[in-house]
């Protein structure tokens, strides 16, 4: 049977010995191949890869690192496993070795990640990876996979594959859900995290101590589930996730900032070194774009973002799911190609309507991407009568938030324009026809 207490990353939790603090007063233990694993270069990259990347520029001191980020996963990995020690189906389940390869994947599980990555796996084109590939070539090979083998005695392609997401038994289930599920280790730390730092206070607002405190199998004993006692902190999980997305994640100037590196990066990716690109640190990947960058639009576009100056696309008009069902449905989701080639019909559209002249990159469309976000659906356990409810059941609110397309209520499409264009494009009274007639021009041409 499983005993969590030998495991020394979990003893040290207690032990208050050899310890590193971060935000929000958090101490995080360092054992020996713990510390040995955060002095390899490939780890240590990440102290110099925000979390958040353009969201700084709206929100200035959301500049943590991953590297923080993912001492804050380790420390709560730990405490999902001790607080786990106390249930008898996962103890009699799981072995060591399942336990110390949760802890070491969940420090490393951010270790593929280069800046502004998730923006640029959304255009999903071809030779760009995705940030689960390249930590594999970090992981299989180098000092990292040695210390794997020689400090923890686990094989790196056993990480490799727990962080691939795809169980092949119960116990690598339930060690998936725990990494990436509902209430994984990931959401609770960057929720509070990202709160904290962006100066906000809706990721804080759920009581992680009592969501934790609640933790257990599922009726299947294949995944987390939450006893009755962590209801309301779920519901305020759920909530929390909905209002950062929506005020933060998808803030529109933050938006703004990512549709112009979107298509920055599009018209110039073919003459980037791209497994040089994804191995860099923040500032030399912003050096190798604007040297790669064509002249004209993609350099401005940069020089706008990372120039002396910033100078942000501004709003033209925003549609979601609920105000104008049939633009949110011609361009959600759509390949990013498609969208960028919509942008430049609806320009020379615009442009004839307002006598103005109109650059196709100084028009920019912003949509929810191919990818949906995952949904919550986690089981409540009811001791007393020992049955298990979808929390979806039982609460309206997560019913609302989380099982209908979370994507349809947090994030919308919207039109940016180049600064000097706001006035002259603002005076049109047709923008919605022209999009509408844009996507149809677009979905001809694709046609054929």
Known sequence: MLNLSKI?????????????RIPPEQDIPLTPRIRRILDTAEFRRLSQIPQLGLVSLVYPAANHTRFEHSLGVFRTTLLYLKHLAHDERFIATMAREDAEKLI?????HDLGHWPFCHLIEDLQLAGVPTHERLAESFLLEGAIASLLRSDWGIDPTDVV??????????????????LSGPIDVDKMDYLMRDSLHAGVPYGMNFDQGRLVGSLTLNEAGNGLAISEKGRTAAEMMVFARYVMFSEVYWHHAV???????????YLSHSQLDLNQLFRSTEQPMIEQLVQAAPDGKASELLNGLFGSTRQLYKRLAQYSLFEDKDVYQQLARRPYPWLAECSNHFSKLASRQAECRIDPEEILFDAPPVECEVDFNVDVFFPKDHQYRPLGDISPMVRTLAQEQFDDYVKRVRIFVHPRLTRELQTLKNIRELILEAADETERQSIQ
Request: aromatic fraction near 2%.
């Open 104 to 108: 070491v994947t969940a420090l490393l």
């Open 255 to 265: 938006r703004s900032a990512t549709a112009m590196l979107q298509r920055a990066f």
């Open 8 to 20: 020394p990353e979990i003893q040290s939790l207690d032990a208050r010995k050899s310890l590193v």
């Open 161 to 178: 594959a727990l962080l691939s997401g795809k169980p092949s038994d119960q116990r690598s289930a339930i060690l998936d859900s725990m």
